[in-house]
């Protein structure tokens, strides 16, 4: 069983940055690989960001392309997501996850453990 607890959400004006962080629980975390999904008001949740077991493979949707970034430091059982150039449209609620496969994927089916979520919201 892993538990995954986000962090770093708030308010933030549309360029500017937030760090969301993702830490995880159990001594398995390094071989799961980690996902960042989000969830805008009356949309169906959507992929964001993915890294492999090791770091070595990240996946990242078109819309975050050169703005987001994932990290993980597995000494510290956590993942980072580092946003930049924040637009109104990324206001969200932001939830990282965890796949046992270890290997990044876009699909929120292969991932078997969720956190309970942050929210960001980005002023225009």
């Known amino acids: 069983q892993v538990q995954l607890v986000e962090s770093g959400g708030g308010l933030v004006q549309a360029g500017g940055s937030l760090r969301l962080s993702c830490a995880a629980s159990g001594r398995t975390f390094s071989s799961y690989a980690m996902g960042w999904f989000r969830q805008a008001p009356g949309k169906e949740r959507e992929f964001v960001t993915s890294i492999s077991w090791n770091g070595g493979t990240t996946s990242i949707a078109d819309s975050v392309k050169g703005r987001f970034t994932i990290s993980r430091d597995n000494a510290k059982n956590t993942v980072y997501l580092q946003m930049n150039s924040l637009k109104p449209e990324d206001t969200a609620v932001y939830y990282c996850?965890?796949?046992?496969?270890?290997?990044?994927?876009?699909?929120?089916?292969?991932?078997?453990?969720w956190g309970q979520g942050t929210q960001v919201t980005v002023s225009s």
């Open positions: 996850a965890a796949n046992r496969d270890g290997w990044a994927s876009q699909l929120e089916n292969r991932y078997d453990y």
